[in-house]
Structure formats: C-alpha cells, structure tokens
C-alpha cells in the first residue's frame, strides 16, 4: 500500500463530511481537520504502512479507532469543558515527544530516563489528555500536586503479569491494555517486588505505551530475544516509546545496548 491509497482508505472509513483533508505529498503526512470542532491533528503516514505491513488491516482499523475516540473527546470537552475530578495518571512517552500543546502551552513533563519523559494525563474512559499549564488554574492544583497525585494512582494500577520462558529465560508481560500499562514503569514497589523473582539480571522494557516487559535474562540469548521482542513490539505499537531496554539495579534504570554478539554494552563500553 503506498501513502495516497492509504489516505484513501482512512478517507471511507471517516465521515469525509465531518474532516477537511490536506495531503502533504512531502512530508508525506496527512492534516485532519474537524469543520466544527475547529481543531484537527496531524498524522505521519510511514509510521502507519511499516504496521500496515505486519498487521495488515488491523492497523488501519486501529488508527481510524484512535482518530474517532480523539474527536469524540474534543467534542466532549468543548461541550462540557473537562472534568477537574477526572483521575490523573502519568503517561511515558520518549524523549523526542512534543514538549508543548497544539496551542503552544508547554505539557508537564518530568525527566526519567535516557530514554524516557513522564507527562501526565487526565483520564477521559476511553482516551486521555495530556495536562499543559494552561490547564492547572481550572485544575485547582499545581505542578508539585499533579506529579504527586499521578503517582499516587499510578501505584492503584493493576500489576498482573504473564510469564514466557524461551532458552532458560523469563520474560514477564504487563498487558492490561488500559493506556497505562507502560507506565508501571513508575511503580517503585512493582519493580522492587519484580525484583525479587529475578534470578539472573533484571531488564525493564517500555517499547510502547501498552505493554511493559520484564526480564529475566539468564544468557547471552536471552539478551538477543529480548532485542528481537522489543524492537517488535516498538515497530508495531500505537504510541511506540523505545526499543532500548533497561538494566534494572537497586532502584535504578539504566539504557542497555545489546550488540551483534548478543553481549550487553556495560556502562562507558564502546561498540567494537
């Protein structure tokens, strides 16, 4: 499928009536406006072909999903404005991610990781929005309360796993699939407990915004499937975040690169 079949295709499965399209053949990206929210978002198109490719069908139909559950979210707000008791969770994103609002009013975000930024969301059922300052005056809290009242939630979440054994090591999946599943990543007790299953070195994986993995690598293959499964899951993910995974030790992340000969980089190690 190339990029103006697809536009195509998301242009049947949208109410073409509702949207003004605008095809930008060179940054090879699509602008979707709604005529009467007056507000729209901008969609990469490469992101969605590599997944087209793997998922076939069930990429579009997720796309078209996060654009309706999007607008229908807007309109809600428009109508009612957003609701100042909704719950508020944190939410990962790479370090790449925008740092402001459409209208330009900077997010929240709090550094994590090399890798990583937390940003924090207002919980809306079915999709979130991100908080901006803009927003903090009708929230009726600052920054500091925010931060606080996102992790405290975050620490409510649901931690159930399932565990996979390939080569004599252990991979345990957080896949809840509620929005949030990456970011458990945050829960320090759900790691420290993780922690003591491990028998071997413990490794943390965000590779998208709905799934957390957990390590239990034991050898050198172990290392090598878990740079296959991340960067599988990052390809192929809605919200992709990483592809690196993390060392886990004592509370601490640390980005690892996992090389050709299936050997982690230690830390100040170069690639040979």
């Not at 309706?68 to 100042?84: L, S």
């Not at 606080?148 to 699939?177: H, M, Q, S, W």
């Not at 960067?231 to 992340?253: A, K, R, W």
């Amino acid at each position: 499928m190339k990029s103006e079949q697809l536009v195509e295709e998301l242009k049947k499965r949208l109410s073409s009536q509702n949207f003004e399209w605008k095809f930008d053949k060179k940054a090879d990206r699509i602008r979707l406006d709604h005529k009467e929210l007056q507000r729209g978002m901008d969609i990469s198109l490469p992101e969605i072909l590599a997944k087209y490719e793997l998922k076939a069908d069930t990429a579009i139909q997720e796309v078209v999903y996060t654009i309706q559950e999007t607008f229908n979210a807007m309109e809600a707000e428009q109508q009612q404005g957003f609701d100042a008791n909704s719950i508020i969770l944190p939410v990962i994103r790479s370090t790449s991610f925008p740092k402001e609002s459409k209208a330009g009013s900077p997010f929240l975000v709090k550094a994590h990781t090399a890798e990583t930024a937390i940003y924090y969301a207002l919980d809306q059922g079915k999709t979130y929005r991100l908080i901006d300052e803009s927003m903090l005056a009708d929230l009726g809290k600052t920054e500091q309360e925010i931060t606080e009242v996102a992790l405290f939630n975050a620490r409510k979440l649901p931690t159930d796993v399932k565990v996979d054994e390939v080569a004599g090591n252990k991979y345990y999946f957080l896949n809840i699939n509620d929005g949030y599943d990456a970011s458990r990543i945050v829960n320090a007790a759900f790691l420290k407990e993780m922690a003591t299953r491990i028998d071997g070195h413990m490794t943390v994986s965000v590779p998208h915004q709905d799934v957390l993995i957990i390590g239990d690598i034991q050898n050198d293959t172990g290392y090598d499937v878990l740079a296959q499964m991340t960067m599988h899951f990052f390809t192929t993910g809605t919200v992709p975040i990483t592809s690196l995974s993390f060392l886990y030790n004592d509370g601490e992340l640390e980005p690892i690169f996992i090389m050709a000969k299936n050997r982690v980089a230690e830390k100040g190690e170069k690639k040979k």
